[in-house]
Each structure stands twice: as C-alpha cells, then as structure tokens.
C-alpha cells in the first residue's frame, strides 16, 4: 500500500510557464514532507520542505503547498527553466518510530521545453 | 555537496556471491540510510543506522545487512546476491531525525547489476 503518490509520471511545460507537482498521502501521522529533485546518473538532492503546521513555504522560484484536510500537496515552478528538467520525488515522515525515515513517492519527471 | 562518498560506484556480481556497499561520510552526521531505487517503485528504505552499532530495519530488508563500526562508515551487505537486488542503491546521511525539520543528503548512488 503507497502511503505517497505521485500520480503523474511525467509532465512537460514550456519553459517561462508555471510547473506543478503533485503528490498525495494516506498516513494522517505524517507531519514534514520534503520534496527533491533527481538529475540522471547522481544522487537526490534536497530542493524545499514543509512542516504540517504550515501550508506554505517559499524558496525563490519553489512554493511548496499543503492542504492537510486533503492530503495533498504541490510544488510549484515559476519560472520554470530548462535547468528544471528532472525527476522530482515528494517524501514524507511521521514522528516517533516514523522520524527516522523518510517515505517517497514514485516521482514525476518533469520535462521543460526551451 | 554534503561530504558522502559510495563505494563501489558499479559492480556486476554473479547470483549466489556476496557483495559490499560502502558509505563513508566526512560530516559526522548520526544518521545514516540505505535506499534503493526501482523504476516504479521511488526510493525505498533498506536499512537505517542511528549511531555506532545501532542500526534498525527498513520497508524491505530481507536479503540484506548492516553494520556502522564507526561514525563515517555504513556498510550494507547482500550476503548471497539474486537478480531482484538488482538496483540503484543509495546512501543518505542526516544530522537528526528527518522528522525534526530537518533533511537527509543522499550520496552519488552504486549501481548494482546481479546476473
């Protein structure tokens, strides 16, 4: 059972335009969800987080949303630029036992047309 | 980049031999992970390390081993190798539980090919 999702396994938008990544979770007890990006052939790297008790966090071009009612939340772009191009992974972690681990979604390949 | 170097960076094995993955990490961070990567699958928990000599379980470790004898160094071990341990695994490194605000730093990545 996928405790996150991310229901889109690719996505392409012309570069200047606005990218939004998608992910859904089912454990109510995750409560810090982080999202990083995936160049081919290296390892992930941290791109925003968010804490539950927000539901929105801001990093220069990268807003991170969260609806907790919905269990959901999006990565938003702006702009977005061909340097974009990679697979973004949205992850997840509960407290207690679930503090040391994080839980990832499949990821969305994100595609950004010059 | 955090400092965390994996070792082998690829390796071909033979089904049935066993196989050593090496973290080293130059952060001194307390925690350490073991993921895998699948297509279809994200990233995935094998085997996570809370200090020198303590290490736990993840959501799929059967097949596989752990040992952290010292800060910088996290071993995972596949101690006879089958074709479906055939992945990308990656070591990750955090300086407190991920849930304490807080991210991981994941290495390069070994890729691993079991024929």
């Known amino acids: 059972d996928q405790q996150v999702k991310q229901n889109s396994p690719s996505l392409s938008v012309q570069e200047g335009r606005i990218s939004i990544l998608n992910c859904d979770y089912t454990?109510?007890?995750?409560?810090?969800f982080l999202w990083y990006k995936k160049y081919p052939a290296e390892g992930p790297t941290f791109l925003i987080s968010?804490?539950?008790?927000?539901d929105k966090n801001e990093d220069g071009r990268f807003t991170v949303f969260l609806n907790k009612s919905a269990k959901h939340l999006s990565l938003h772009i702006v702009p977005s630029q061909p340097g974009d191009s990679a697979v973004y992974f949205c992850?997840?972690?509960?407290?207690?036992?679930?503090?040391?681990?994080?839980?990832f979604g499949k990821g969305t390949k994100l595609s950004v047309i010059p | 980049d955090a400092g965390i170097t994996q070792s082998p960076r690829h390796k071909v094995t033979e089904t049935g031999t066993p196989v050593t993955l090496r973290c080293h990490q130059t952060?001194?961070?307390?925690?350490m992970y073991w993921y895998r990567q699948d297509p279809g699958h994200g990233l995935r928990l094998i085997h996570y390390s809370y200090g020198v000599k303590d290490t736990d379980k993840g959501e799929v470790s059967d097949g596989y081993s752990v040992s952290r004898s010292k800060t910088e160094d996290f071993l995972l071990t596949l101690e006879s190798a089958t074709s479906s341990q055939t992945s990308v695994y990656f070591c990750?490194?955090?300086?407190?539980?991920?849930?304490?605000?807080?991210?991981?730093?994941f290495g390069q990545g070994t890729r691993l090919t079991v024929v």
């Open positions: 952060e001194n961070h307390r925690y």
């Open positions: 454990n109510s007890m995750f409560d810090y």
């Open positions: 992850a997840a972690s509960a407290p207690g036992a679930g503090s040391y681990q994080l839980t």
């Open positions: 990750a490194i955090s300086p407190d539980r991920v849930n304490r605000n807080t991210e991981a730093f």
């Open positions: 968010i804490s539950s008790i927000k």
